[in-house]
């Protein structure tokens, strides 16, 4: 056996730091707690899918190219003439590409706070200094002066933008991201997981600004389990990127169901539209509730915050009563008392509702 000296040796201490990423047990319980679409396929749509995939082979790599797949997704997500793409087992993985590429001693990464975790998470692995600035503490929007600051004293590589941001679920003004994008000195990375949901992007910008770069992803759209991300940008820097790509990141059965997935966008729309509509009534049931104060959103979650009660024990008594959502082990900081709900099917979104009322 080694030692823990040994393991205080040989693993770096930046990795050593970290807590691993913690994942929730939702076994038995609606689970309302990583913004998942809550629906499955109409039958006959499983059946053609499983009928495509008797064609896979899995006995070979998968196609290193994943040309197909790339070309469905240009197209569904209306990448501009010009842009390459950039492929990743979720999008997760796409950051890790991206901060692998950037990594060195003197290197920052920079994003607005709170946000995604997982920007910090890796750019700390991979020890990279991670600047977080504050967002404005009443609605969360971006504070243009502080950022501005910010890029002038850190010189940051990277700058993260979520649109939507997550967890606060909020688009940052246009305005507000354009200025940025004429004043970073590195790449802006507009991480826009939540398209599906925010009628808004910066996907057309791409050719007006060459240190941009377009994050999406199909996990909320409805394929969380397949693992599947892109980035879009210019030729020179997805070329770059490519070169830490792993060569058979996407496996067989993500580029086969994938493109299966893309030829019926009808399904997801319609999905995306029930989730938005839910999303909608889920937030004027919340701002009814006296006690709680729930924040707009362009996603398909809600973040709201608890006055009176502890955020810990609301967060119980909803597990209790059978219901999974997000709570931020925070006692100070923005995320204080706070809770973020998926916007689940109305039945979920009725079963959480009532164990809140019961809650508060
Ligand atoms: C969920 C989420 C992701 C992760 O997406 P995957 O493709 O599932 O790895 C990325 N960015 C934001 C802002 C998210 O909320």
Redesign the pocket.
């Known amino acids: 056996m080694r030692s823990l000296r040994q393991v205080e040796a040989l693993i770096r201490p930046e990795v050593r730091s970290l807590s691993a990423y913690h994942v929730q047990n939702a076994s038995g319980l609606i689970k309302l707690d ?2 998942e679409n809550p629906y499955r396929w109409p039958e006959e749509l499983v059946d053609s899918w499983l009928e495509r995939l008797r064609g896979a082979e899995l006995n070979r790599y998968p196609d290193p190219s994943a040309a197909a797949l790339k070309a469905a997704l240009c197209r569904a997500n209306g990448v501009p003439e010009g842009a390459e793409i950039l492929l ?8 890790q590409i991206l901060l692998m590429a950037v990594t060195g001693p003197d290197v920052t990464v920079l994003a607005p706070e709170p ?2 975790v ?1 920007y910090r998470q890796i750019a700390v692995s991979l020890g990279l200094n991670f600047v977080g600035v504050p967002l404005r503490q009443d609605d969360f929007s971006l504070d243009p002066d502080a950022m501005r600051a910010a890029l002038r004293l850190h010189k940051p590589a990277i700058v993260f933008l ?1 649109y939507p ?3 606060t679920g909020n688009l940052f003004a246009a305005d507000d991201i354009r200025r940025l994008l004429d004043e970073a000195p590195g790449l802006v990375v507009l ?1 826009e ?2 398209a599906p949901f925010a009628a808004a992007s910066f996907m057309d910008a791409l050719p007006n600004y060459d240190h941009l770069l377009v ?1 999406r ?4 759209l409805g394929l ?1 389990g397949l ?3 892109f980035l879009a940008g210019a030729p020179r820097w997805v070329e770059q990127f490519e070169k830490l790509r792993l060569p058979y990141n996407i496996n067989v059965l993500t580029q086969l169901s994938a493109v299966f997935a893309l030829e019926h966008p009808e399904v997801f729309a319609a999905q995306t539209a029930r989730i938005r509509g839910a999303r909608e009534n889920l937030f004027r049931a919340l701002q009814a509730l006296p006690g709680v104060r729930v924040y707009p959103s362009r ?1 398909n979650f809600l973040l709201f915050r608890l006055h009176g009660k502890p955020a810990f024990q609301v967060f119980s008594a909803l597990r209790e009563a059978g219901v999974l959502v997000k709570f931020f082990a925070a006692e100070t900081g923005p995320l204080a008392g706070c809770l973020r709900v998926t916007a689940g099917t109305e039945e979920e979104n009725a079963a959480f509702l009532a164990a809140l009322r019961n809650a508060l």
């Open positions: 990583a913004m990743g087992n979720g999008s997760d993985e796409i950051i946000t995604f997982m979520a941001n997550n967890p991480d997981a939540y994050m992803t199909l996990s909320k969380a693992r599947l991300g996603a």
